[in-house]
Structure formats: C-alpha cells, structure tokens
C-alpha cells in the first residue's frame, strides 16, 4: 500500500502495527552528523566552521580597531563623553529645554571644561620641557649621591640625558614655538587629521545627544514583546547609569585629589603647582598605571626645581600619600561594591585598549569595561559549549521529521 510507513533512522512499524522500537543511542552518520532521535541532528562540519569564524573575528578585530583609529577612536571616544553626558541633557529637558539646545548646552560645557584642563595643563608643561634641557645639570647633581654607588649605573644615566638632551640642542629654534592655549590650537598645531577627528567627535556626541530620546524610544518601541522592551529599557537605563556614575565620581575624585596635590606642593614652594595639580587628575583616570606614571613625572620636576634630592623626591612622595588614602579610603567608601570591578579585567582592558589606541585607549579601558560588562549581565554571556556541544548546532532533518510524524499519527489512531 502506498501509506504504508517505512522503516528509517532509528524507528520502524510493521504491517501488524506494532509500535515503534525504542530511539537508539547517538550514532554518527557517514556524512558528519550525529542522530539524536525525534529528528534532530548535530552537525559537527558547521560546528567547526562556527568556532573557526568566531576565533578569527576574535583576533581580526583588534587588528581593525588599531589600524582604524583615526575612525574608532574619536567615533567611541564621543559616544563614551555623550553617554556620560546623558543624565545632564535629561535634566536639562526636564526643565522644559528642547532637545537639541540641551545637547547644545552639553557640548559647550564639556568643550569649556576640556579646555580650561588644557589651559592649566599643557600651557606650562610646555614650558617645563623648554627648561628641561638646561636642568640637566642640576639634576646630574641631585642625583649624584645616589649615582655614587653604582658606578656603572652612572653612566648609563649620562649618557641617557645626553642623548635626550642632543636634539633640542641641534635645533634650538624649536624653543621659540608657542604653546597651545586652547583644543583648537593644539589639533591645528598638530596634524589636520587630529582636528578632522576632533569635529567629527563633537558632532557625534551632539547627534547622539539631540536625538538620545528618540533613538532610546524606537530601540524599546520595536520589541516583538513587552518583555523585550522591558528587558532593552532596562540595559540602556543600566549602560546610562553605571557609566555617568562612575565618570562623575571618579571625575570628582579626581578633581579632589588634583586640587589636593596642587595645593600641598604650592606649599613645599613647586613651580605651577596648579598643572602638577591637573596632571595627577588626568593620569588618574588610568587604574594602577596613571599614579606611577604621575609621581615619576614629580620626581623629574622636583629634580629639575629643588637642589636638595631628599627635598626634590618630597613633590612624589606627596602624591604618592594622597593616592594611597584616595584610593584605599576615599574611593571605596564613595564608589561602594556596586561599581566594583575585578582587577584582572581591569588591567587586562588596560593592557588591550592601550595596545590598540595608546594613552586614550587606556583612558577608555574602565568605561569601555563597565559599559561591556552592563551589557554581557543583562544579556547573558555566550555560551560557546552549548553552542558547541548543546543545543547550538542541532538540526532537523526533514525525512526523520515526516517520519516522526507519521508514527505519531498511527499510534494515535
């Protein structure tokens, strides 16, 4: 008879209509593919080919960011800037500013505060390292009651700062140029390429900015399900919160300890304590990395200011101190456990965005980290042996499926 079922896969039906024998074990099929009853089949060639592309993406994309920095890095430098900036431009339009002159307002206000940051910082350390080829000396002479004791390391330190000291000495009209006072000095007295960068970055946070309601509506509005859109509101509200949280803070942080530093070496008599001030804020924002980085940079300007070494290491060990309370003390007594991140992957975002974008990277390492993270939590972190062995690579064949559906049938008849 032409509706009589035939026997395939892992179940048969005879004439009599004796029910089906029970589903063999997993058997792997000439083709690759291992049988799992009820139809389905893993097939281990497209399991393959998925590990195969998701390990090459995995190493192409750092590849792409670095080569495309001038790209990537202005475009998620602005969108980091806006996303902190979002809790401003809310309660901006909570007050009844229409959107694009709160976005407006942003933007001037960050502009404002990044140049008189560039006003305070990069203004006199110019000047610092226009003296540092004539402070030479006097840092040879501070250092020699340390140097004295080791012969060899003496000169290797001579003929490091002679060598450091050669090129201004070759080209002394350099001295003349004046330094930047404001954003828009410093790019145009770069490269063009870094003011191209710089506007198209402003333009991407007052786009993001005038048009944050709208974009944050259509991503909830065009869930399939009110679960989805629950679930979507909740990721951007978190990515808002924890980022301008922990921007804000740590800035105020910063800020506190700058002012701190800056004020403690006016007192001890350090030249433009205001910039050593702004320099230990900005370095700050680097975890572990910044504050070494900071208090090398005093002891080269102590050396270069006081004649006593005991006196010109006073600047560091200052800073040094306040970090140790602000970092063992103040911060975690503000910031709490809720923004509290792992230092291993702190340092391993230190290490992969300084890889690929330098000093900004490594700028951008802790937001990029908590913005990363939010979105993994809320979402679910991949599960690359399910995928693998599971569920991720499951399918169905059709004859095993009519199959499947025959026998149903006819034992339910």
Known sequence: MDDQPRAMGGGSESEGGIPPAAPRQPLLSPEGQESLGDGLKRDRLMAALALMIGIG?????????????????????????????????????????????????????FLIAANIALASIVVPAWQWMQRLPESIPQIQHNLEPLIRFYSNLERFVDRTLTNFASAPARQPET??????RSLLDLFTTSAPSALIEMFFAI?????????????????????????????????????????????GTITLINVTLGLIVAGALWAIGMPTPLMWGGIVALLNYIPYIGPVMAALLLAVGGLMSFADIWWALLPAALMIGAHLIEANVVTPLIVGHRLTISPILILVSLSFWGWVWGTPGALLAVPLLI???????????????????????????????????????????
């Open 371 to 413: 913005i990363i993270q939010t979105v993994l939590n809320a979402a679910g972190k991949p599960d690359i042996a399910g995928f693998l062995f599971e569920h991720g690579t499951l399918i169905r064949h059709p004859g095993e499926t009519h199959t499947h559906r025959r026998q149903s049938r006819d034992q339910s008849g």
């Open 203 to 247: 333009l991407v946070i007052y786009f993001f900015l005038s048009g944050w309601t709208r974009l944050r509506r259509n991503a909830i509005t065009r869930r399939a399900s009110f679960g989805g859109a629950m679930a979507t509101a909740r990721v951007i509200q978190d990515v808002v919160d924890d980022t301008s949280a922990y921007l």
């Open 175 to 180: 001295i003349a140029v004046a330094p930047p």
């Open 57 to 109: 993406l995995l190493f192409l994309i750092p590849f792409a960011l670095k080569e495309g920095s001038p790209f990537f890095l202005p475009l998620t430098a602005a969108l980091v800037i806006a996303i902190a900036l979002v809790p401003m431009l809310e309660w901006l339009e909570r007050h009844r500013m229409p959107a694009p002159l709160a976005a407006l307002a942003c933007v001037l206000l």
